[in-house]
């Protein structure tokens, strides 16, 4: 029984197979529709990448610019008490004289409540002739870890904190480091090749150089910023009013130019970031092929080698021109306008006091032939500076 139906069925599938005769007798082949295949799904759609969370909003923790601000306030005290006012100044009495040698030169001698000139030359500050003919090339940098008084260093610390923080959180420590000391470098070659018969001192011209890379820093990194105008209309006049102070008196305007296109360079250089949209191949999900921009555009390029060029060039010849005893003023005629422009309230006259000496015995009567002023002293090595 079992035999005769799987024979059956066996007839059954091989007549479907076999050409059927119908009424008319024309031969016809069975036609076989296959199987219609099942639609496969829609490829699952690549997700785009996403940075992890850590990578958006990553901040470097600042212990740089804090360790650059404990630095300068120490050399502050150092230089104090190295100053000693009340045993090293014999003419008039010291400020706060309660604070033994920490106390501050006269006012008419430093308004900054500070040390004397002479103490700031020997801790460093930076004096055109001993850095030409003393070779001392290194007070280019000692001299913007010192200040000329307390006012001064207050000034600069504050912007100090207030800027330098801010890009240290950005950009980190290895970046805001060599940038804040070149910076000032630039800014002690300007005014070395301009000011040369004072000494200088001061963090100003890398603080400037911190201004001028934000600058830059926004110009190169256009696209990843939003409300980019009023930034950048904010910096712009931020640095002018800055500079425009440095029309005043007793205020080294070269340092703060010099520091300023310094860091406007070099920010070009070092603070340069990728473009807006560009996701690093090791955050990209596994299978992903979608499209990948260039990790910076071709202006940020363009911008990276000029400003290389010209801060490499602009240093070396600046160098090279200092230490071959030039002097800018005798190229430029309207160049000391840039650091003082003189007015009825106040001069911006500059360089050794030309003074009259009637020595009898120990005792000298010092004359002052440009203020006038005359006085008597007995054993005084420091009369003329204190007295003109």
Same mark, same amino acid.
């Given at each position: 029984?079992?035999?005769?139906?799987?024979?059956?069925?066996?007839?059954?599938?091989?007549?479907?197979?076999?050409?059927?005769?119908?009424?008319?007798?024309?031969?016809?082949?069975?036609?076989?529709?296959?199987?219609?295949?099942?639609?496969?799904?829609?490829?699952?759609?690549?997700?785009?990448?996403?940075?992890? @969370?850590?990578?958006?909003?990553?901040?470097?923790?600042?212990?740089?610019?804090?360790?650059?601000?404990?630095?300068?306030?120490?050399?502050?005290?150092?230089?104090?008490?190295?100053?000693?006012? @009340?045993?090293?100044?014999?003419?008039?009495?010291?400020?706060?004289?309660?604070?033994? @040698?920490?106390?501050?030169?006269?006012?008419? #001698?430093?308004?900054?409540?500070?040390?004397?000139?002479?103490?700031?030359?020997?801790?460093?500050?930076?004096?055109?002739?001993?850095?030409?003919?003393?070779?001392?090339?290194?007070?280019?940098?000692?001299?913007?870890?010192?200040?000329?008084?307390?006012?001064?260093?207050?000034?600069?610390?504050?912007?100090?904190?207030?800027?330098?923080?801010?890009?240290?959180?950005?950009?980190?420590?290895?970046?805001?480091?060599?940038?804040?000391?070149?910076?000032?470098?630039?800014?002690?070659?300007?005014? /070395?090749?301009?000011? #040369?018969?004072?000494?200088?001192?001061?963090?100003?011209?890398?603080?400037?150089?911190?201004?001028?890379?934000?600058?830059?820093?926004?110009?190169?990194?256009?696209?990843?910023?939003?409300?980019?105008?009023? /930034?950048?209309?904010?910096?712009?006049?931020?640095?002018?009013?800055?500079?425009?102070?440095?029309?005043?008196?007793?205020?080294?305007?070269?340092?703060?130019?010099?520091?300023?296109?310094?860091?406007?360079?070099?920010?070009?250089?070092?603070?340069?970031?990728?473009?807006?949209?560009?996701?690093?191949?090791?955050?990209?999900?596994?299978?992903?092929?979608?499209?990948?921009?260039?990790?910076?555009?071709?202006?940020?390029?363009?911008?990276?080698?000029?400003?290389?060029?010209?801060?490499?060039?602009?240093? $070396?010849?600046?160098?090279?021109?200092?230490?071959?005893?030039?002097?800018?003023?005798?190229?430029?005629?309207?160049?000391?306008?840039?650091?003082?422009?003189?007015?009825?309230?106040?001069?911006?006259? #500059?360089? $050794?006091? $030309?003074? #009259?000496?009637?020595?009898?015995?120990?005792?000298?009567?010092?004359?002052?032939?440009?203020?006038? @002023?005359?006085?008597?002293?007995?054993?005084?090595?420091?009369?003329?500076?204190?007295?003109?």
């Amino acid at each position: 029984m079992g035999k005769e139906s799987a024979s059956a069925a066996a007839r059954e599938d091989e007549a479907k197979l076999q050409p059927w005769r119908g009424d008319g007798g024309d031969a016809h082949l069975l036609e076989i529709v296959p199987p219609q295949p099942v639609a496969a799904p829609p490829p699952a759609r690549a997700k785009p990448p996403h940075l992890p @969370r850590l990578q958006r909003d990553e901040r470097w923790w600042p212990w740089l610019v804090p360790t650059i601000f404990v630095a300068n306030v120490a050399m502050f005290v150092i230089t104090m008490y190295v100053n000693d006012c @009340r045993k090293n100044n014999s003419v008039r009495p010291c400020v706060l004289p309660s604070l033994g @040698r920490f106390s501050f030169e006269p006012l008419k #001698q430093n308004p900054l409540f500070g040390p004397s000139a002479k103490t700031l030359q020997k801790m460093g500050g930076l004096v055109v002739d001993k850095v030409v003919h003393g070779h001392q090339g290194w007070r280019l940098i000692s001299c913007i870890w010192l200040h000329a008084g307390v006012i001064h260093l207050l000034a600069n610390m504050l912007c100090l904190l207030l800027i330098g923080i801010r890009l240290e959180q950005e950009f980190g420590f290895v970046r805001i480091g060599p940038l804040y000391v070149i910076a000032g470098v630039g800014g002690s070659l300007l005014s /070395a090749l301009f000011v #040369q018969s004072s000494v200088s001192v001061g963090a100003s011209g890398a603080l400037f150089g911190l201004l001028g890379a934000m600058l830059s820093e926004l110009i190169t990194n256009w696209t990843i910023y939003a409300n980019k105008f009023a /930034a950048l209309i904010s910096l712009i006049l931020i640095v002018s009013i800055n500079l425009a102070l440095g029309i005043l008196p007793h205020i080294d305007n070269f340092a703060h130019i010099g520091g300023f296109i310094t860091g406007f360079l070099l920010g070009f250089v070092l603070l340069i970031r990728p473009q807006y949209g560009y996701v690093s191949q090791k955050y990209n999900p596994l299978g992903y092929n979608g499209p990948a921009k260039n990790k910076h555009m071709i202006y940020q390029y363009v911008l990276w080698v000029t400003s290389a060029f010209l801060l490499i060039a602009g240093l $070396t010849v600046s160098l090279i021109l200092l230490f071959r005893g030039f002097n800018g003023n005798d190229h430029c005629s309207w160049c000391h306008y840039l650091s003082c422009v003189p007015t009825s309230k106040w001069s911006c006259k #500059q360089g $050794t006091e $030309t003074c #009259q000496v009637l020595e009898t015995g120990n005792i000298w009567n010092i004359t002052c032939q440009d203020s006038g @002023r005359s006085q008597i002293f007995i054993n005084a090595t420091r009369s003329m500076d204190d007295l003109c």
